[in-house]
């Protein structure tokens, strides 16, 4: 198989995180040299098996229009691997903490956040699909941490990582916002890993409902919402946490206009 067959492979699989597929394909583009029609038609195949992966917009964009695609790739790819965002935000929820943290499921940059503070009451909330099991998997890596809602007081921050994100919206797991109706003066964080915040144009065909004679297979959609970025009271990211009217200042993918078209 070859090597971007085999990432079409993987990218239609939900098994595999966001981060993790982007990285893969980072590393696909640098070690195989490809004209730039070749290219295009490639990130334009990937994005539409998981047209809600901000890391793979990023990653897919940053690339097509640079003038070294192989040199973007690389950086893409350290970028993507020393992500301080998780190290970022475990150094800014309280301690010692007086309330509990709950977290909406349980993702790669909140596990690497949490999993040494024990010190905090952590409750994970499962997500409304794909966390049937998720109490047994936290069992398995033996961390103290409560799963479900029930008997929760007010949390002093609600963590929610968003998939993709714009300068104005997120896409988040359904339940954010009814999580935020629970607990209205709980402060909801949201998570935008390295690569999850895309151009508000690229961020709109990501979101799209894909048309009726479309072959575009996203496996997400149904499974998520959107919020607008001032819901949040923060937000976690590489460069630590900020406001929300901040986060266009942060914006480092550019738009590629071959890959608004999928």
């Not at 970028?79 to 010692?96: C, G």
């Not at 896409?171 to 999850?196: E, F, H, M, N």
């Amino acid at each position: 198989m070859l090597p971007f067959e085999r990432l079409r492979s993987i990218a239609r699989s939900p098994g595999i995180a966001d981060q993790e597929l982007a990285i893969e394909v980072a590393e696909c583009f640098a070690h195989y040299p490809i004209d730039s029609a070749q290219l295009v038609m490639i990130a334009r195949r990937l994005l539409s098996h998981r047209r809600s992966c901000g890391a793979l917009w990023w990653v897919c964009s940053r690339v097509v229009v640079a003038t070294d695609p192989q040199a973007a790739a690389v950086e893409a790819i350290k970028k993507l691997e020393s992500d301080p965002t998780a190290t970022r935000l475990s150094a800014s929820l309280p301690f010692p903490a007086d309330s509990p943290v709950a977290a909406l499921g349980w993702t790669d940059t909140i596990h690497s956040a949490l999993v040494d503070r024990t010190d905090l009451d952590v409750v994970v909330i499962p997500r409304s699909v794909g966390d049937k099991r998720l109490a047994q998997y936290l069992n398995r890596l033996e961390l103290p941490f409560r799963v479900g809602d029930d008997d929760l007081s007010d949390p002093s921050h609600l963590l929610v990582e968003a998939t993709i994100a714009s300068p104005t919206l997120a896409q988040v797991p359904i339940g954010a916002i009814d999580l935020k109706a629970t607990y209205p003066r709980s402060a909801l964080w949201l998570v935008l890993a390295q690569g999850c915040l895309v151009p508000d144009k690229m961020y709109s065909v990501a979101v799209a409902e894909p048309s009726s004679n479309s072959r575009l297979s996203d496996l997400e959609n149904n499974d998520y919402e959107q919020i607008e970025i001032t819901q949040a009271d923060r937000i976690a990211t590489p460069v630590g946490i900020i406001t929300p009217e901040r986060v266009s200042k942060n914006l480092d993918c550019p738009v590629a206009p071959e890959l608004l078209r999928l």
